[in-house]
């Protein structure tokens, strides 16, 4: 089983439409933490949001908002209001440790691309 | 700060050819690590270090191999590519033993093997 999951694959929604990111994840590990990265057509990973896994408070910048759902292993990402500017690639990752102990590894989901059209 | 710093930004291999993709960081990271990017495939990690002399494996270990003699470089080395290694490589950086800290990237290696 994948530990992130984001199912949706690509995304197309008319600017100012608000949208939703699906994140899934998978773990055993008790201290972890959640990111969200976005990557827009020139390639660079911008960084977005760090979750730890004690803090379930929902979290809002500007547009952007994420809730943080630990009874159904969820950290989804909601842009409100879409711009064009918003299209990239998007990527949930998950920081936990394989064994419960020792290094932290972060893996990434699959991506989902956004597309705004104008 | 320049952060983390990779080289070369594109490079084309014959198939059998041996490389060296550099990573260099400047902000004391004690965590670094590479992944690669594959279309639809997310970025995977191939492997990691907490420390100098310390590495291990990561998803995709295999064709890759990696050291780390000082704090500021993990270079990752192709001894023998192949054209299953086209990919786009990224390095990362992380404070700690990569935790929640946050992870720096760097800006990305275009890799073709032809």
């Known amino acids: 089983a994948q530990k992130v999951t984001q199912a949706q694959t690509e995304i197309s929604v008319v600017e100012k439409e608000d949208v939703t990111l699906d994140c899934v994840y998978e773990t055993r590990d008790t201290t972890y933490y959640l990111f969200w990265y976005k990557q827009p057509p020139s390639g660079e990973l911008v960084f977005l949001i760090r979750r730890n896994s004690f803090d379930e408070q929902n979290e809002i910048s500007g547009r952007y908002s994420w809730n943080f759902q630990k009874s159904t292993s969820s950290f989804n990402f909601t842009i409100t209001a879409s711009q064009v500017v918003d299209s990239a690639v998007y990527f949930c990752?998950?920081?936990?440790?394989?064994?419960?102990?020792?290094?932290?590894?972060?893996?990434f989901g699959k991506g989902t691309k956004l597309s705004v059209i104008p | 700060n320049a952060g983390v710093t990779q080289t070369p930004k594109f490079q084309v291999l014959k198939t059998g050819q041996s490389m060296t993709l550099q990573c260099a960081q400047d902000m004391n990271h004690e965590y670094m690590s590479w992944y690669r990017q594959d279309p639809g495939m997310g970025l995977r990690l191939i492997h990691y270090?907490?420390?100098?002399?310390?590495?291990d494996q990561g998803e995709v270990p295999n064709g890759y191999n990696v050291s780390r003699s000082t704090t500021e470089d993990f270079p990752l080395r192709l001894l023998s590519a192949a054209p299953s290694q086209t990919s786009v490589y990224f390095c990362a950086s992380a404070r700690g033993t990569g935790a929640g800290y946050g992870y720096t990237f760097g800006s990305g290696t275009r890799l073709t093997v032809v």
């Open positions: 270090s907490v420390g100098a002399g310390i590495t």
């Open positions: 990752a998950l920081s936990d440790r394989v064994s419960g102990a020792g290094s932290y590894q972060l893996t």
